[in-house]
């Protein structure tokens, strides 16, 4: 069975910090998790899910206009982890965050986490 589950959710004050963590788990993630690409994604409602940040297999990463040099994505392959370190949050951050997984034709989703940031 394959899952990716996020963690790491939650309500935060402008100008605060959140780190999410995306495990994955499964047959097909096992021993070959380093060649996925790895993303995070986010929707608020309303509006078209988006894409966040990436990171490839050489470690290579990619960043939405609207956090770099905010966010910043990382992962861990010994674990079959991939994290989303948030900082510097504004209201506008305020979605559920997804956590993806791609490989050739395939591709999976998490559940996703919410992320509210509000005084």
């Known amino acids: 069975q394959v899952q990716l589950v996020e963690s790491g959710g939650g309500l935060v004050q402008p100008g605060g910090s959140l780190r999410l963590s995306c495990a994955a788990s499964?047959?097909?993630?096992?021993?070959?998790?380093?060649?996925?690409?790895m993303g995070w994604y986010r929707q608020a409602p309303g509006k078209q899910r988006e894409l966040v940040a990436s990171?490839?297999?050489?470690?290579?990463?990619n960043y939405a206009n609207s956090v770099r040099g905010r966010f910043t994505i990382s992962r861990d392959n010994a674990k079959n982890t991939v994290y989303l370190q948030m900082n510097s949050l504004k209201p506008e951050d305020t979605a559920v965050y997804y956590c993806?997984?791609?490989?050739?034709?395939?591709?999976?989703w998490g559940q996703g986490t919410q992320v509210t940031v509000s005084s």
């Open positions: 993806h997984a791609a490989r050739d034709v395939y591709a999976y």
């Open positions: 499964g047959s097909i993630f096992r021993s070959i998790f380093s060649i996925y690409a």
């Open positions: 990171i490839i297999s050489s470690g290579s990463t």
